[in-house]
């Protein structure tokens, strides 16, 4: 009798309840990580069988570089050397910074197209972490922006432009395009689930096309009426540009104008901005998911 109670005693001693193992903190981490990478696993999956996505979201960019450069790049005079001359060292950082932030549309486009097909629900009803659905989208358009980035920055060699930073600035200049994109993918996670269908996801162009343009991008916001400059210079793509352009030691730039703190502090605006952005976003968006369908 006394062997049988000592049994009982060690088994309570699992749990409060009494039946299962005590969930530790490192275990909901584990379990946390492994639900993350079967959404990545399946959004990868997703763009193998319909590649035609890929090109798509690719296009836009690749068609946006050949624009700038041949089309309007030969009546730009940014950095005082003549209308064209050291343009495209000048627009290539700011198209990066551009790319970056237009994948926004793409992760709140596949969001809500996720969320109309069931998948959401699915995610949902089943025993995974709630926090997989928004960190797996993350990792998966990360990845995906990373491939992005390699293409259009193959693109820009093929152009005439070169990075003049070392190895390390050069790759601290492409990590901060990507701490960037990351940010704005949980905007991205966030605006997909709050929007109703497709149709209206497809309008965000309306919104990102002002984030991406009224900035550094195409030009210095002090060639910008004052107003629109300062638009311009404390818009989180600006920084990003400014900051990759310095990394890049891009022709001419020094003879800029500070007019704004920022523009004076365009690395240390490159670091803050997406961590604010991500520290209001994340909670957000973790907290739409659990609230659907309610």
């Known amino acids: 009798m006394s062997k049988k109670n000592t049994g009982i005693q060690d088994a309570d001693a699992m749990s409060p309840r009494g039946l299962e193992p005590v969930e530790t903190l490192a275990s909901r981490a584990l379990w946390a990580v492994k639900d993350c990478w079967t959404i990545v696993a399946q959004e990868f999956t997703h763009l193998v069988r319909q590649p035609g996505t890929f090109a798509w979201q690719l296009g836009m960019p690749v068609i946006m570089v050949l624009m700038f450069v041949y089309v309007f790049g030969s009546a730009m005079d940014v950095t005082g050397m003549g209308a064209g001359e050291g343009y495209v060292d000048y627009a290539m950082p700011g198209m990066f910074a551009m790319t970056m932030a237009f994948g926004l549309m793409n992760t709140a486009f596949a969001v809500t197209l996720n969320k109309e097909k069931g998948f ?38 093929v152009v005439g432009w070169r990075p003049g930073g070392n190895l390390a600035e050069t790759l601290l200049a492409f990590g901060l395009l990507l701490w960037l994109r990351l940010a704005l993918i949980f905007v991205g996670v966030y ?17 990102v096309f002002p984030l991406g343009f009224i900035s550094s991008v195409f030009a210095p916001p002090g060639m910008m009426p004052g107003w629109l400059g300062a638009l311009a210079a404390w818009n989180p793509v600006s920084s990003t540009a400014n900051a990759i352009r310095e990394l890049f030691h891009t022709p001419g730039i020094e003879s ?39």
Do not use: C
């Open 120 to 157: 959401m629900d699915r995610f949902r009803s089943m025993p995974m972490s709630p926090s997989a659905a928004v960190t797996g989208r993350g990792v998966a358009d990360l990845l995906h922006a990373a491939i992005d980035l390699a293409i259009i920055a193959g693109l820009a060699l």
């Open 191 to 207: 605006l997909g689930l709050l929007i109703n269908n497709t149709e209206i996801a497809g309008n965000l162009f309306a919104v």
């Open 256 to 294: 800029f104008e500070v007019q704004y703190w920022i523009d004076g502090h365009a690395v240390i605006g490159a670091l803050v901005w997406p961590a604010l952005i991500t520290l209001a976003f994340v909670p957000l968006a973790v907290r739409q998911f659990k609230n659907l369908s309610r």
